[in-house]
């Protein structure tokens, strides 16, 4: 049992913002995105990317559209500096892409990082420095002027090292680390004395990036604290204002979005939420939230199982079956409810209005998604889900009444598996169930014999293994069948159709029979390449259904004559 945790947490203070203004601000166009796949998401993996990894991540994140890229922490290691020199010296950054490293406030290691950008076109040197009580107690050991006289120094390095390679063109971010934990006053008291060394215009603007290095309130809390800081900061014109949520909550990407909203211009975060902990907030989400609502969000989606794939190469990591908008299922239905909507949007959703299909809020063809997998059949299913399988993958539209008929064959075969049933397992079903040859009565062939007004047919059938002929006259061929099967039979119902190129093109046809002297009903079908034959052979199959029900039918057929 957990523990009372009054006595041991302490909640967030809530900001007094009375008059905030997010709530009742849209989104209308994107943030700045800035990738930081290869530098925070790369430092939460269990085996760091190598760097021919590193470069295909890199390269797909080109190709998707980010312009900002945050692609190492070069003074950490040989490795990622080594990473940064490639980038420039093999002229692998596109131009319209701006490389970014990380360096903590420390002067060795804010030179290492400005010698690893030398030669390149742009970039921004990010640095930090964590701001939160309990850091500049416990990690750091200093008060309020020691933490700001570790920005300001940093601050005045940083400046100093560009004006010294100018061959580039520099741009400056600073982080108060932990900002979500600092106090509102303090953080906007540091973060104005950086930027009164750096002097950004609205020219040539600074980034102040705001943490919520650790997630430790609701989303809204954040979006006080966002507003709060823009509305009061210095040079407000000149600043691009930033955030870089982690998901300590599971709440970073509503975070980013309500950030977003209180005047944030910019977006950290990695692909499908990696970094440390429980990760970084989710830019694909996000991206693809903005698609939903009819803003282009300036990144490039439309292969993500591409995407997907290459990630899951680069970080060695699994992407969740369930994540959104990318997860193998989030396209799929198993609820029988569910997949009748979806069937029944589907039928109703025109190419060129709003799209309004049940259950999906994005068309999976937009991701580069095929429909295959929208309706999967397990023992939740019902028959909407079944017939939309057949139908997609086969063809084949039964009956309404049909399908509920069928589909308590297939619930059957799931009950006895207890797995997950394919379209081409459904199919093998419906084969088994009414196609068949293998079965009390089996149709060898027919003549037929046609006139204005009656039509005469011969049946060369085979009944338990003995073969016979039959002769029948009728106002159609079905009804002459009928008459040489000489059953107490009535046909209710009777469709035709083609099969799908994919299924051999053949015709289908579905026979409804009632018994005269009982309230059954059973279906049969039939295929060939004939409709003739075809609607014989479903009346065939509805035969051997209901004679599996009645027996007695067996008896009746093999006294004709």
Known sequence: MLKQPNTKYRPTAPIQLADRRWPSQVISQPPIWMSTDLRDGNQALFEPMSAARKLEMFEMLCRIGFKEIEVAFPSASQTDF??????????????????EVLTQAREHLIRRSFESLKGARRAIMHVYNATAPNFRRTVFNVDRAGCIRIATDAAKLVRE???????????????????????????????????EVWEPTPERPAILNLPATVECATP?????????????????????????????????????????????????????????????????????????????????????????????????????????????????????????????????????????????PVDPQDLGRTYD???RVNSQSGKGGISYLLESAYGLVMPRRMQVEFSNEVQQVMDDTGREQSAQDIWAIFERSYLTADLP????????????????????VMINGSPQRLRGEGNGPLDAALRALGLPLSIHSFEERSLSAGAGAQAVAFVELVHVDAPVSVFGAGCSPSIVEASLRALVSACNRLAARQPAILTRLASVQ
């Open 161 to 195: 090292c560009a004006e010294a390679q100018p061959d580039t063109e520099w741009v400056f971010q600073y982080s108060p680390e932990t900002f979500s934990s600092t106090e509102l006053e303090f953080a906007l008291e540091i973060s104005n004395r950086v930027m």
């Open 82 to 99: 080594d990473f940064v020199r490639k980038l420039i010296e093999e002229n692998r950054v596109p131009q319209d892409v701006t490389l």
């Open 373 to 375: 997998s929208i309706i």
């Open 441 to 460: 009565v089996t149709l060898l062939g027919h003549r037929l014999e046609e006139s204005r007004d009656r039509h005469a047919i011969e049946l060369d």
């Open 220 to 360: 809204n809390v954040f979006a006080d604290q966002v507003e709060w800081m823009c509305r009061n900061l210095q040079r407000r014109d000149a600043i691009i204002v930033s955030v870089h949520p982690h998901n300590d909550r599971g709440t970073a990407v509503a975070a980013a979005e309500l950030a977003v909203m209180a005047g944030a211009d910019r977006v950290e975060g990695c692909l499908f939420g990696n970094g440390e902990r429980t990760g970084n907030v989710d830019l694909v989400t996000l991206a693809l939230n903005l698609y939903t609502q009819g803003v282009d969000p300036g990144l490039d989606f439309s292969r993500i199982n591409e995407v997907a794939r290459t990630a899951e190469t680069c970080t060695q990591l699994p992407i969740h079956p369930r994540h959104p908008y990318v997860g193998d299922l989030v396209f799929t239905a198993f609820s029988g409810s569910h997949q009748d909507a979806i069937k029944k949007g589907f039928a109703a959703q025109d190419p060129k209005a709003i799209w309004e299909v049940p259950y999906l």
